[in-house]
Antibody
């Protein structure tokens, strides 16, 4: 059964950094394009960024609000996706989900990031 | 950057039929945008309800159907049940695999 499990969320001060992880199982992670999506409290879903498979160059792409502050990477040997978040702002407060957004693939349960002084 | 629009809220009677739509600011939504519909209930993670316009995963009841309608993606619920009360999001894929999400529709079954 395909599964994605996020971790690494927590409370961080504005300007701080945090690294999220997403552990994948039950499918060939190395072949997958994987995305981070976030949801601020009481708000809708917002795409954060994506990383393509290594076969497709492991290219990354980011939404404008996080570009140059967030970095997505992957370790296919450990079936794990990462989201390095730097210079965090209060508006980055959200639940962060990893997802392939491919056909009926499931989403992770999310990890909560709170940016507050 | 495209803006994807959905009805903010809709109400349907139990057993009734309702259609949610998903439009794009930069033109018609087509099959090339692979429109998706996601259901999210309070306190739960999102779950794919429909993908590629009208394909239902095994867990999606047959009362949900997807289509293209008047340049928009559409989600029709026929025979609404109380458990269908949820937030529904659509997203479409643009070049490079970038998804753009709609703002979501809060569906009330009342």
């Amino acid at each position: 059964e395909m599964q994605l499990v996020e971790s690494g969320g927590g409370l961080v001060k504005p300007g701080g950094s945090l690294r999220l992880s997403c552990a994948a199982s039950g499918f060939t992670f190395a072949n997958a394009w994987v995305r981070w999506v976030r949801q601020a409290p009481g708000k809708g879903l917002e795409w954060v960024g994506l990383i393509k498979s290594n076969v497709d160059g492991a290219t990354t792409d980011y939404a404008a609000p996080v570009k140059d502050r967030f970095t997505i990477s992957r370790d296919d040997s450990k079936n794990t996706l990462f989201l390095q978040m730097n210079n965090l702002k209060t508006e980055d407060t959200a639940v962060y989900y990893c997802a392939t957004l491919f056909r009926s693939d499931p989403w992770g349960q999310g990890t909560l990031v709170i940016v507050s002084s | 950057q495209a803006v994807v629009t959905q009805e903010p809220s809709l109400t349907v009677s139990p057993g009734g039929t309702v259609t949610l739509t998903c439009g794009s600011s930069i033109g018609a939504v087509t099959s090339g945008h692979y429109p998706y519909w996601i259901q999210q209930k309070p306190g739960q993670a999102p779950r794919t309800l429909i993908y590629d316009i009208n394909i239902r995963p095994s867990w999606t009841p047959a009362r949900f159907s997807g289509s293209l309608l008047g340049g928009k993606a559409a989600l029709t619920l026929s025979g609404a049940q109380p458990e269908d009360e949820a937030d529904y999001y659509c997203f479409v894929l643009y070049s490079g695999g970038r998804p753009v999400f709609g703002g979501g529709t809060k569906l009330t079954v009342l």
